[in-house]
């Protein structure tokens, strides 16, 4: 009876696991990202970051070959994030588990780490606390502090002395507010009203009317890329607050580079700060833009997450170099500490503490390029900027 | 008051961009008795032809409209005589099932075919300009959504009120029995209903892609606001509609102006209210 | 002594439409009163009015001289004021037996316990049996009730009432739609009815009213025309009229 | 269209479970007219709503002028020359009367309705009334009007008489009259009250739990007082 | 007693009897599909939990909707009662598995009752409306009182004791989901007392005929109300046992999407047996998981042609099938 079971379990197991692992030295890494659903494009474009970071340094490390694994999780939430976790590491047998595009999908899989040993490289989620909670997280992408942060400064230089902000009402957004004041007030500037969105909201004249009442003279917005932010720049167009000259800033989610088709020629002109633009001038970005380009399909769907993901690959590579295909997940995440290198979106770092990316912003403006495209154009460079969330933790 | 008048106006424009699109819904829930949660992905099927015949056929804007409305009832054809035939007169939670499922491959495919990115419909210049209206500017799209919204209320009434048809379909709905008894193909009547409804829906999701921007997740990403409109409004009621929306579209307007950060509070709450109000939504019919 | 039952001056309009006025009947203990008249009489609209279903627009309803009025249906039901239905509105997927229990569990005040099997209870199941059997319904006790036969199905609505052992019992039509066959069952199961219990029958069928009424009342738009013994009732001429001529004083209401 | 014969054979329908109507067959022929007697539930509503395809048939044809239509829908009786006027009037509550006779009017031109407020000037007064506001004669008119301005070839009325005021019965009753000997219309009339009945048709039927139990002429039951008696009286004492 | 009968309609009664075993046969086959799961699938453990933890959400619906006849798209708020009352007692030092368990089960009977209170005044689409407008308002409160519940970062860090002070939560959820079986077996045979008891018979009863009901001399709204308290208490322990299985708690727990999910999958199973529950949540979650590891891109379409496909063949749900099959089987001797 017991023999029985043992069979039955030893047939089951190795039916389940496939036969790679037993033999072939392949080392797995798991992706968890919102590959279809609401956010379907932001997970096309991990996996674009993650091919093209193949595709131009090879599908193996030392001698171990990788091999990606993707588990679809369309929108935030937690539990379904932890069991694709657990079934990645457990079944799959992964050895990294990279992507994560919200937040509270990240806090759920945390706890997981050390007992999984396995490192987590966050390609996107950007609450500054997240890598707090494991020692084995490294963030290659942004916190939305960080990406706010200059545009405090850059407003009141401007000639904005009043500020009204605006913002999506969840954690991302009250980030972006908290950001902005304490940097614009910092400055010198005042913030005359802080106003907060549901998430769901489709129309935003109400909103520009309330701007327009405040009697502010700049505008900072935070609002979550996607299909709303076409909407709220079209009404700040259209309410006419363009044309009465208020200033309008925000950090590079409102014109990720796959909106800027949509939102066409109702942005231009407007300055937002972002870690990345796809139109930043480098040797590095232009070949990782062709192949992640090659990756997605098409140019106009290309946007910061791939960039993440990019950069999120190169951290993988280096901790299997350090490895060398052993599961270690301590020794993986000791040896990215502190690592640099010039990424697509310029030179970068992760720090050695906080294991967050330190990297330049960028305050940009949607302009035309030769083409007629529009893009973001860098105009300013703010070298160096760390997470300021986690600085004053 | 100038605030008050401007809140006013955009309160109207969105209303009436979700009565387009709901009045369909309505039509189908309380003439038809279909609970078609996948109205919104016709909309959205629309959305996908006026974008592609505005910027890959440079077709103008009326050419546009005219073809997502067209395009999406023959698309709407076979579904309603294989699918949706099957699930007339079926409890509400089957049709609920179906129609879900529908709404699924509807994202599913349009996500393979179109990619997932915003697709927009390019408004001719004379609607992309802002208008100034004495008090303040407003986009002349607006104004142009709430001359649709209008022209289709007006339209629907002057359709089901004075025409033959609109008294058959009437008819059909106080007593489906007795008309067919009279002669009135009640099947033909139906099919003819729901095709209205699907245009209206193509039209709202055209019109209304300022609002409510064209993308994959659009059929579901609305559902539950058309849901809600159309009850609210009463099922099967052309004024119950254009009230739901407008009220709806104003505490909508004016929750989001006054507290912005209780929004949904307000609309929810607005929701709860009424329906304890007016159990059958403002003008329903009795089931 | 006092009437167990008594109807005083009841009235019910529909938007200016008139459909009992002033209706006043009284019945004492053990009375077997049939109520007659053509369609559209409303016969039906008077078991609602006094069952609970429809409130009037004036009149009173005493049970045992109280006045129950102003209660609800479920009131009247538990002050022993009970009633069939014209189209027996059953359970379709249970069984005789379950509807007949659960009534009886209701009557006892235990059908929303959770904590007790349905079928626990031995002298529950007994007393059900017992009804079932009187009816003759014990054959199809555990078939779903949407697969008996429809005389079955008026058996068990008189079952279902029975089970909540009324004061005074309102039979609507209690064989309508009955095949011919099964009425006689109708019958019986009428016949064995409580001798103290109150009944007033609804019905068509002349011979089956003739049979079981000692006293009958005839509706005619609205109101009663005449209330006499059975015997009675064919002689006069205004009933004749109602049923066989034009009667002259339907009126309608605008 | 002109008046057509109906032939009814081996009719059964009901609800449900219930047969309320076994093997009814009968025959009209074109332009005569019928009276169908019986208490009250014995199968005259189920027969009539049967004719016209409202209910469920168990078996047996319906023929009109020799064709059979018993496989198709109401709609399609209805445009093959069924009329009904049912017992419960059915008139679309939220329509208005000018509405309802719209419906009736099948494709022909709207200014036929002429021939309704002809026949009812009642309902030209009430035109712009709607249908819940009318009275029960009222409704009554306007529901035969309905049927009648479709041109049925077979018209069937059920108790068109009930809860109405002596004067209107009058007026219908001549109306019916009118139409029947236009020789426009075959038509058969379900009524509880034996005088109407008889003197309206040359030929009367008798409904007893869903079966013919009598067949002939009216002048033969009018002769019968026993039998009247026992199937539509109040019965005598057995 | 003494039945006469055919030999044919025999086995078409029912005896009590034949209940109890039916019932005793179907839980056995339940613990015997649960255990198998964890010989199976050792790897999928957290999959499995987090189907636990939806079958009983499942489960609470089926008790409004198919046992009732009240149509809810807002049954989630009740989940995420359940989920952040765990939730916050967790993080505010209660750490005793069992007693979260409970504490969920006690916010979620609250909330049922609350629910109810609204919901049952209305009916049809405008009861579907307000189950909308309810799971919309919770779902906003929590993200509003974000100092609570972490708002739309999710409410992390729960430290739950082992369980007996024994077991621990770990990577490989064998606790979880040892415990979440054992609690969904426990609430599964609470259920089958539940509607077998006169109170069960009496809202099948509501469901078909409120009228009927009346007229036998049973008030309807309160036995309406009990029945949300007691849905509410199923679905909190779910909530509850997601919160302390994955230790955080999102905003997706109290949200429509979850609710309209949950429906989907009872309808899919199909109405009113409890075993249609637990069969559509186990069917359409685990076809989602195959089809989205499978394409992760696409699986969307394929899950909407399984729900079209179900329609179009078994409009009843799959347990109506099930049915199907046993009758047409009976039909052939």
Same mark, same amino acid.
């Given at each position: ?57 090879g599908?193996?490390?030392k ?33 990294y ?23 987590l ?22 916190t ?8 405090g ?5 401007e ?35 802080a ?50 000259g ?11 580079e ?50 993440g993901?990019y ?10 170099e ?40 960028y ?6 390029d ?18 300021p969330?986690l600085?004053?933790? | ?35 078609n ?28 409209i ?23 007169g079926s ?16 994202i599913g ?83 003819i209903?729901f ?8 039209l709202?999701g ?16 609305y ?6 409109v ?38 929810y ?13 403002f ?5 | 002594?006092?009437d ?11 938007g ?86 659960l009534?009886v ?7 929303t ?6 079928? !626990?209870?031995?002298? &529950? /199941? ?8 009187? =009816? #003759?319904l014990?054959?199809? +006790? ?17 079952a279902i ?63 009663v025309?005449?209330?006499? !013994?059975?015997?009675? &009732? /064919? ?8 049923? =066989? #001529?034009?009667?002259?004083? +339907?009126r309608?209401?605008? | ?32 007219r ?20 409202m ?5 047996g ?88 301005l ?41 009524e ?21 139990v ?17 199937y ?7 | ?66 046992y009732?006849?009240v ?5 989630a708020?009740?989940f ?28 979620g009977?609250a ?15 405008a ?88 007229a ?32 955080v ?14 429906l ?12 249609g ?57």
């Amino acid at each position: 009876m017991i023999a029985g079971k043992r069979i039955l379990g030893a047939a089951v197991s190795a039916m389940l696991m496939g036969s790679v692992s037993a033999y072939a030295d392949t080392i797995k890494v798991g992706i968890i990202g919102p590959f279809s659903g609401p956010f379907a494009l932001q997970g096309k474009n991990f996996q674009a970051g993650v091919e093209a970071y193949m595709a131009l340094n090879g599908k193996s490390v030392k001698g171990h070959d990788i091999e990606i694994i993707y588990r679809d999780l369309p929108a935030a939430n937690p539990a379904q994030s932890r069991a694709l976790a657990q079934e990645l590491v457990v079944k799959e047998k992964v050895q990294y588990l990279g992507g994560v595009y919200f937040t509270p999908d990240a806090m759920a899989i945390t706890p997981l780490l050390s007992q999984a040993n396995t490192p987590l490289v966050i390609f996107n989620a950007a609450t500054s606390a997240i890598v707090n909670t494991s020692p084995l997280v490294v963030r290659t992408s942004f916190t939305t502090a960080q990406t706010t942060n200059p545009l405090g400064k850059i407003a009141f230089n401007e000639g904005v002395k009043k500020a009204i902000t605006v913002v999506s009402d969840y954690g991302p957004g009250v980030d972006a507010e908290n950001a902005f004041r304490k940097a614009f007030e910092a400055a010198g500037g005042q913030v005359v009203e802080a106003v907060r969105m549901p998430m769901n909201t489709t129309d935003f004249s109400p909103i520009m009317q309330r701007v327009r009442d405040s009697g502010a003279t700049g505008l900072f917005a935070f609002l979550p890329s996607g299909p709303p932010t076409l909407g709220f720049v079209k009404a700040f167009n259209e309410t006419g607050l363009k044309k009465a000259g208020i200033k309008f800033y925000a950090p590079g989610d409102l014109t990720q580079e796959s909106d800027l088709p949509a939102l066409g020629e109702a942005a231009e002109g407007l300055k937002t700060s972002f870690h990345y633009s796809v139109a930043h001038d480098s040797p590095e970005n232009k070949k990782f833009v062709e192949a992640a380009v090659k990756a997605i399909g098409s140019a106009d769907q290309l946007s910061f997450p791939a960039v993440g993901a990019y950069d999120g690959m190169h951290v993988i590579y280096k901790m299997i170099e350090a490895t060398d295909g052993k599961q270690d997940a301590k020794k993986a995440v000791d040896a990215v500490r502190g690592l640099s290198w010039t990424s697509p979106r310029g030179p970068v770092r992760i720090e050695p503490e906080t294991r967050h990316i330190t990297q330049n912003i960028y305050l940009r403006e949607v302009a035309k390029d030769a083409d007629g495209k529009y893009i973001n154009k860098e105009i300013q460079t703010f070298p160096d900027q760390k997470d300021p969330g986690l600085a004053t933790q | 008051m100038q605030t008050i008048l401007s809140i006013a106006i955009d309160a109207l424009a969105f209303g009436m961009v979700l009565f387009i699109i709901c009045i369909g819904l309505s039509l189908t829930m309380g003439l038809m008795r279909v609970v078609n949660l996948a109205h919104g992905a016709f909309a959205m099927i629309a959305g996908y032809i006026a974008s592609y015949a505005a910027r890959d056929l440079g077709l103008g804007y009326a050419a546009s409209i005219f073809l997502a409305i067209i395009g999406t009832i023959v698309i709407s054809i076979p579904l309603e005589r294989f699918l949706y035939r099957r699930i007339y007169g079926s409890p509400e939670l089957t049709q609920v099932l179906m129609t879900i499922g529908l709404t699924f491959c509807v994202i599913g495919i349009t996500n393979y075919f179109m990619g997932p990115t915003l697709k927009i419909i390019p408004l001719p210049e004379a609607l992309s300009q802002p208008l100034d209206v004495g008090f303040r500017t407003i986009a002349a799209h607006r104004l142009f959504v709430i001359a649709c919204g209008a022209a289709v209320a007006g339209g629907l009434w002057y359709l089901i009120e004075r025409t033959t048809f609109g008294i058959k379909l009437r008819a059909t709905v106080d007593n489906a029995a007795m008309s067919d008894a009279l002669g009135v193909r009640t099947q033909v009547v139906y099919a003819i209903s729901f095709a209205i409804a699907i245009g209206l829906a193509a039209l709202g999701g055209v019109v209304g892609a300022e609002f409510l921007p064209i993308e994959p997740y659009y059929a579901l990403r609305y559902m539950v606001t058309f849901l809600v409109v159309v009850s609210v409004g009463g099922a099967g009621s052309i004024p119950g509609a254009l009230i739901a929306c407008l009220v709806l579209g104003f505490v909508d307007t004016t929750g989001r102006y006054l507290m912005p950060d209780f929004g949904n509070f307000f609309f929810y709450a607005a929701v709860i209210l009424i329906v304890c109000l007016f159990p059958r939504g403002f003008l329903g019919r009795a089931q | 002594m006092s009437d167990l039952f008594r109807v005083e001056n009841l009235s019910k309009s529909f938007g200016g439409l008139a459909v009992s006025r002033n209706i006043s009947l009284s019945m004492p203990e053990g009375e077997r009163l049939a109520l007659i008249g053509p369609n559209g009489a409303g016969k039906t609209t008077f078991v609602n009015l006094v069952t609970g279903q429809l409130r009037p627009s004036a009149g009173r309803v005493l049970l045992n001289g109280g006045d129950v009025t102003q209660l609800g249906a479920v009131r009247r039901v538990r002050k022993g004021l009970v009633r069939t239905f014209q189209v027996t509105r059953l359970f379709s997927d249970l069984t005789p037996e379950e509807h007949v229990t659960l009534t009886v569990l209701q009557r006892e005040g235990k059908a929303t316990r959770i904590l007790s099997r349905f079928r !626990g209870n031995t002298h &529950v /199941a007994d007393e059900v049996h017992g009804i079932l059997g009187t =009816l #003759g319904l014990h054959e199809v +006790a555990r078939r779903k009730v949407g697969q008996i036969a429809y005389g079955q199905q008026r058996l068990l609505e008189i079952a279902i009432a029975l089970a909540l052992k009324p004061k005074v019992l309102l039979l609507d039509e209690p064989a309508a739609g009955v095949p011919s066959a099964d009425t006689p069952r109708i019958e019986q199961a009428l016949e064995r009815l409580p001798p103290s219990l109150a009944v007033l029958m609804i019905e068509h069928d002349m011979d089956l009213v003739f049979r079981f009424a000692r006293r009958v009342v005839v509706l005619a738009a609205g109101e009663v025309i005449f209330e006499g !013994g059975p015997s009675e &009732v /064919a002689a006069d001429p205004k009933v004749r009229e109602a049923y =066989l #001529g034009n009667y002259a004083h +339907a009126r309608s209401v605008a | 269209m002109p008046a057509a014969s109906l032939d009814v054979r081996n009719l059964s329908a009901g609800y449900g479970p219930t047969l309320v109507l076994e093997d009814v067959s009968f025959s009209v022929p074109a332009g005569a007219r019928l009276s169908i007697l019986g208490r009250n539930g014995m199968g005259k509503t189920t027969l009539l709503s049967t004719l016209m395809g409202m209910n469920r048939r168990y078996g047996g044809e319906i023929l009109v002028g020799g064709k059979d239509l018993s496989p198709l829908k109401s709609s399609e009786r209805a445009r093959r020359g069924i009329g009904l006027v049912p017992q419960t009037r059915d008139i679309f509550r939220s329509l208005t009367v000018e509405e309802n006779l719209i419906v009736g009017i099948k494709d022909r031109p709207r200014n036929v309705i002429q021939e309704a407020y002809d026949m009812f000037p009642r309902l030209h007064e009430r035109r712009n009334n709607l249908g819940w506001q009318l009275s029960g004669g009222e409704q009554q008119m306007l529901s035969t009007a309905r049927t009648i301005l479709g041109r049925p070839a077979v018209l069937l009325l059920d108790e068109p008489l009930e809860g109405l005021a002596p004067v209107i019965c009058e007026e219908l009753m001549e109306a019916f009259t009118l139409l029947a000997s236009s020789g426009e219309m075959t038509i058969l009339l379900v009524e509880q009250r034996l005088e109407s009945a008889l003197d309206f048709a040359e030929t009367v039927l008798i409904l007893e739990r869903g079966r013919i139990v009598w067949q002939g002429a009216s002048e033969a039951l009018r002769a019968d007082p026993g039998l009247v008696e026992h199937y539509i009286g109040v019965g005598s004492l057995h | 007693m003494h039945i006469m009968a055919q030999a044919g309609t025999v086995s078409a009664m029912p005896d009590a009897k034949s209940h109890l075993w039916r019932d005793a046969a179907g839980i056995a086959l339940i613990s015997a599909c649960g255990a198998a799961g964890y010989w199976l699938f050792p790897d999928n453990l957290a999959l499995l939990t987090r189907i636990v933890a939806v079958a009983l959400l499942v489960l609470s619906i089926d008790l409004v909707v198919g046992y009732c006849g009240v149509a809810t798209l807002g049954q989630a708020a009740l989940f995420g009662a359940g989920a952040y009352a765990a939730g916050i007692a967790c993080v505010n030092g209660v750490t005793e598995p069992m007693t979260l368990i409970a504490i969920g089960a006690i916010a979620g009977a609250a909330a049922g009752l609350l629910m109810g209170g609204v919901m049952l005044r209305a009916h049809g689409l405008a009861q579907l409306v307000l189950s909308i407008a309810i799971v919309q308002l919770f779902h906003e409160a929590a993200n509003k009182a974000s100092a609570y519940t972490g708002g739309s970062d999710g409410l992390a860090g729960l430290m739950v004791s082992p369980l007996f002070g024994l077991f621990e939560f770990d990577l490989w959820g064998r606790t979880a989901y040892l415990m979440g079986l054992v609690l969904l077996l426990l609430v599964f045979i609470a259920l089958k007392f539940v509607v077998a008891s006169p109170f069960g018979m009496l809202c099948r009863g509501i469901k078909q005929d409120p009228v009927r009901i009346r007229a036998m001399g049973a008030f309807v709204f309160p036995v309406l109300l009990k029945m949300f308290v007691i849905s509410g208490a199923v679905a909190g322990t779910g909530g509850a046992l997601a919160a302390v299985s994955t230790q955080v708690v999102g905003l997706d727990s109290v949200s429509f999407e979850l609710s309209a999910n949950a429906l989907v999958m009872l309808v899919l199973g199909g109405l009113g047996t409890l075993y249609g529950a637990l069969i559509g949540t186990v069917i359409f979650m685990g076809f989602e998981h195959v089809v989205s590891a499978f394409n992760p891109f696409h699986w969307m379409t394929m899950v909407g042609a399984l729900l079209i496909a179900v329609v179009l063949a078994a409009p009843g749900g799959l347990t109506s099938l099930v049915g199907k099959v046993a009758a047409s089987r009976q039909g052939k001797p």
